[in-house]
């Protein structure tokens, strides 16, 4: 199952004025570019909020059977780009998408912002 990479490109500070252009949407064409260059077929998607807006940039990874993550906190840069990009492979190449916290790249480390079962998930017990 091939990983999906979503992108909020309403993120924004707070005291950044509405008209200005969004630190999400250039977070998501830095991922896009990266992944170009670098071959990666992943699916990149924006989307409008993810209700983290407190946590401005957010991205979610997400794939069928899987854990899904979502980040916050994420510089619009090409550092993160990266990083998503680094995160994104660990998890696709995991059968359940559990990423553990020390393999994950720095900035998805400290910018985690929720962990959420697939569906599939057996109960417990």
């Known amino acids: 199952m091939s990983t999906e990479i979503l992108v909020c490109v309403l993120c924004r500070p707070a005291d950044l004025p509405r008209e200005h252009p ?3 949407r250039a977070l998501l064409e830095a991922v896009e570019n990266m992944a170009l260059r670098d071959g990666l077929s992943f699916p990149i998607r924006a989307v409008e909020c993810m209700s983290g807006c407190n ?3 957010t991205v979610s990874l997400q794939a069928h059977e899987k854990f899904t993550y979502m980040f916050g906190d994420l510089a619009a840069d090409e550092t993160s780009a990266e990083q998503i990009l680094v995160c994104a492979q660990l998890h696709q190449n995991s059968a359940d998408g ?3 916290r020390d393999l ?3 900035r998805l480390r400290q ?3 929720a962990r959420i079962p697939s569906i599939s998930l057996k109960p417990i017990g």
């Open 22 to 24: 969004r630190p999400g």
């Open 55 to 57: 946590r401005h940039c």
């Open 98 to 100: 559990l990423i553990s």
């Open 104 to 106: 994950r790249p720095e």
């Open 111 to 113: 910018g985690i912002l």
